[in-house]
């Protein structure tokens, strides 16, 4: 039942942006991979209280488009 609901959850296509609260849990990723989408990325953007705060990889210009695509701000 959890992976059908993960999979409802990623492909699912609702991307209404929620108002984040001022103290939201800050959450930053380690790697630029595509799993990321399903894992965080989705997930974190339908709850007010979690922020996808900044994407590490090891390739810079890898990390910032994955930022904007996501509208990740560091």
Same mark, same amino acid.
């Given at each position: 039942?959890?992976?059908?609901?993960?999979?409802?959850?990623?492909?699912?296509?609702?991307?209404?942006?929620?108002?984040?609260?001022?103290?939201?849990?800050? @959450?930053? =990723?380690? #790697?630029? +991979?595509?799993?990321?989408?399903?894992?965080?990325?989705?997930?974190?953007? !339908?709850?007010?209280? @979690?922020? =996808?705060? #900044?994407? +590490?990889?090891?390739?810079?210009?890898?990390?910032?488009?994955?930022?904007? !695509?996501?509208?990740?701000?560091?």
């Amino acid at each position: 039942m959890a992976l059908l609901n993960r999979l409802w959850t990623y492909f699912s296509g609702d991307t209404k942006q929620l108002q984040k609260q001022v103290d939201a849990f800050k @959450i930053g =990723i380690l #790697g630029a +991979a595509n799993i990321c989408n399903m894992a965080l990325i989705n997930p974190g953007s !339908k709850l007010s209280n @979690i922020l =996808i705060y #900044g994407i +590490a990889a090891r390739n810079r210009q890898k990390a910032e488009a994955f930022a904007r !695509k996501h509208h990740i701000p560091k």
